[in-house]
T-cell receptor
Framework: GAGVSQTPSNKVTEKGKYVELRCDPI?????LYWYRQSLGQGPEFLIY????????DSGLPNDRFFAVRPEGSVSTLKIQRTERGDSAVYLC????????????FGEGSRLTVL | GENVEQHPSTLSVQEGDSAVIKCTYS??????FPWYKQELGKGPQLIID?????GEKKDQRIAVTLNKTAKHFSLHITETQPEDSAVYFC??????????????FGKGTHLIIQP
C-alpha cells in the first residue's frame, strides 16, 4: 500500500490478556517508530527501529511491552498481562531514514482494556 | 529528557483570521522542530518543520518561527479555512538528522475555525 498500515484498527481485551499490534511500514522505509497516544495527549515515544534492530527502546514503560521487527519491514508490538492503563491508541510511523525527519504515521490501533 | 510545552490547548478563530500556536522546549540540544496536524481518527501528518540553523520557514499560508535563545517556536496560519480545523502538535528532538531519535510531542492544540 501507499501508506503505513496498522492492524487491528480496534482491539478490546480483558485485563491480564496478551495482545499483539501489527505495523506494515511504507515500502523501503528503514526507520520504524511506535508511539502511544492517550486521549487528549500528544503521541508518546515508545521505541525506534533502524532496520531489524531496536536503536532506542527508552520509551517502553515496563517489561510487559516488547516490539520486534525480524525482517526489517513489518513490526509487532506485544503487550503482556494488559492493564486498564494500557488503553490508548498505538501509533506506528516510518521514515526513509535519510535525514529528512518526516515521519509518516498510520491511523493507529485503538486498544481498550476492560 | 526533552520536555515540550504547548499553548493554547484550544484556539477558536474566525474564518479568514490568523492563528498562532506556541511551544517551548527544554533541551538546548534539540535541533529539529516539526509540526503535525491530526484529524479525528487519523494519524498525525507533517505540515511543516524547521531545523535549528534557520529562524523562520514559510510554506504558503503556514509559517514557523524558531527562537533558539529563548527555546521557543511558533506555528502561524494565515487566512484560516474550515479545513484547517484539527488538532496541531509541535515536537522536538535532538536526534542526528532529525529522524534518528524519537520525537517529544506537545499536548496539542485543538484549532476550531468558526464560519
Amino acid at each position: 500500500g501507499a501508506g503505513v498500515s496498522q492492524t487491528p484498527s480496534n482491539k478490546v481485551t480483558e485485563k491480564g490478556k496478551y495482545v499483539e499490534l501489527r505495523c506494515d511500514p511504507i515500502s523501503g522505509h528503514t526507520a520504524l517508530y511506535w508511539y502511544r497516544q492517550s486521549l487528549g495527549q500528544g503521541p508518546e515515544f515508545l521505541i525506534y527501529f533502524q532496520g531489524t534492530g531496536a536503536a532506542d527502546d527508552s520509551g517502553l514503560p515496563n517489561d510487559r511491552f516488547f516490539a520486534v521487527r525480524p525482517e526489517g519491514s513489518v513490526s509487532t508490538l506485544k503487550i503482556q498481562r494488559t492493564e486498564r492503563g494500557d488503553s490508548a491508541v498505538y501509533l506506528c510511523a516510518s521514515s526513509s531514514g535519510g535525514g529528512t525527519g518526516e515521519l509518516f504515521f498510520g491511523e493507529g490501533s485503538r486498544l481498550t482494556v476492560l | 529528557g526533552e520536555n515540550v510545552e504547548q499553548h493554547p490547548s484550544t484556539l477558536s478563530v474566525q474564518e479568514g483570521d490568523s492563528a498562532v500556536i506556541k511551544c517551548t522546549y527544554s533541551d538546548s540540544a534539540s535541533n529539529y522542530f516539526p509540526w503535525y496536524k491530526q484529524e479525528l481518527g487519523k494519524g498525525p501528518q507533517l505540515i511543516i518543520d524547521i531545523r535549528s540553523n534557520v529562524g523562520e520557514k514559510k510554506d504558503q499560508r503556514i509559517a514557523v518561527t524558531l527562537n533558539k535563545t529563548a527555546k521557543h517556536f511558533s506555528l502561524h496560519i494565515t487566512e484560516t479555512q474550515p479545513e484547517d480545523s484539527a488538532v496541531y502538535f509541535c515536537a522536538a528532538t535532538a536526534g542526528a538528522g532529525g529522524g534518528a531519535d524519537g520525537l517529544t510531542f506537545g499536548k496539542g492544540t485543538h484549532l476550531i475555525i468558526q464560519p
